[in-house]
């Protein structure tokens, strides 16, 4: 019923946290029933593997759960046998495996989390998951969920998430400063949490309605 996060310890403390179990991922599976989850560490291979167990839907999710010892000769055959319609993770472990693949038409969606997505990475993911939506959320080990991507957005560019209070520190002429966040996470709050992250907020409504946009 717990499951250990750990961080790297660079930016903030808690280096270790012990948390409850949440399947905060399940819904986030919608119609999507056979996903391979790309994260390179098999702490989050087995987390992915427990959501989908407790998925609570209309239908079964399967889940592909996918480690660095996984990406080898092979992979691209047992993925095209899958035949996945959803590949979440990493946007740099997604890129390891999207590399090793050949067009995988089945998928119809990419939601790609921890890191921003270069132009280069973008072009893999559209070359080899040519019907895919990509989705890039901002999210942090310590604090979980903090913006979310919009359709209505260039990729890289975020809406807060519910709760989440954004502001950056120090900007510069340009307006870029260092992403500090509040909210509340695991009934732990964080105020004003150095994530070491560069972004710069754009104050204009969103066509969503959001009126809050950073990247």
Known sequence: HFHIRTTSGTTSDPVIAIQRYAPFWSTRYGDNTSVVACYGQRSLRLFQALTARMQHGTHPVHVLCLDAEDIRSGLGALVTTYAPDRV??????IGRVAAD???QESVQRIHAVGER???G???LFRTRF???RIILDYLSVELGGIGRGCEQ????HYHPDIRVLIELHEPDSE????ILVTKTYNAVTFTQFNTGDS???IHEPCACGALFTFE
């Open 175 to 178: 307006g870029r400063g260092t």
């Open 121 to 123: 990475t973008e072009d």
């Open 88 to 93: 979440q993770g990493h946007v740099s472990f």
């Open 117 to 119: 997505l270069s132009e």
């Open 130 to 132: 040519p019907r895919a």
């Open 101 to 103: 693949l050949p067009r």
């Open 199 to 201: 972004g710069r907020g």
């Open 153 to 156: 957005q260039p990729l890289n």
